[in-house]
């Protein structure tokens, strides 16, 4: 089943079934459900799985993950997560990568979907979010970008370019590496 599958899915458990909760923890990938103003009402095992602790009913806000961080390893503050991008702008998010770290240190690479909800007069209840693990993936690619940046340094004859391509470069495998060597963790 792909990411789109699950959150329609999700979404018409949500809007039809009177189990939806059941419907939801069949589902295979972490699925999680925050009110209008992004506190976390709902979870299913494997959200607890993929974030390595129980989230925190009505405590924790826009996300399920402990900690959070770019791709490229910079610190994220979970009101800019897209679950929250999701419920302040009313639209879905699609086509982002994050990095979610547990609280033992493991970091997963993951594309979110989070979907807004709304009621019938169209007033906005919470947000759905399926979380799709694309750790190996994301190494790869940071590599794939370090070893583009090297190719450049290569081909410049600005020694300040070069340094500056060249500590790119070691930033994009220190980061692939660290998700690889935590995820294995």
């Known amino acids: 089943m792909d990411p789109e599958q699950i959150v329609e899915h999700a979404l018409v458990a949500l809007s039809t079934d009177q189990d939806w909760q059941s419907a ?6 972490p ?8 506190a976390v009402t709902y979870w299913n095992q494997a959200c607890v799985e ?5 989230p925190r009913l009505g405590r924790d806000r826009w996300c399920v993950s402990w900690q959070l961080y770019t791709t490229i390893g910079e610190p994220m503050k979970h009101e800019d997560c897209p679950m929250a991008q999701a419920i302040k702008q009313r639209e879905p998010i699609r086509n982002s990568i994050a990095i979610a770290e547990q609280p033992d240190g493991t970091r997963r690479a993951f594309k979110p979907y989070p979907t807004p909800l709304f009621d019938s007069d169209g007033a906005l209840k919470g947000a759905v979010n399926v979380l799709i693990d694309v750790t190996d993936e994301q190494a790869d690619s940071l ?5 583009r940046c090297r ?9 300040e370019s070069t340094i500056v391509l060249q500590q790119m470069a ?4 220190e980061t692939a590496d660290n998700l690889a060597a935590r995820r294995k963790a």
């Not at 699925?31 to 992004?38: K, P, R, S």
């Not at 590599?143 to 070893?147: K, N």
Request: a negative charge; charged letters at 35%; zero cysteines.
């Open 24 to 29: 939801l923890d069949r589902l295979p990938a």
């Open 151 to 159: 190719r450049l340094a290569d081909a410049l004859y600005s020694r």
């Open 170 to 173: 070691s930033r994009f495998d």
């Open 143 to 147: 590599h794939e970008q370090a070893e």
């Open 31 to 38: 699925v999680y459900i925050t009110d209008a103003e992004g």
């Open 50 to 54: 993929f974030a390595g602790r129980e």
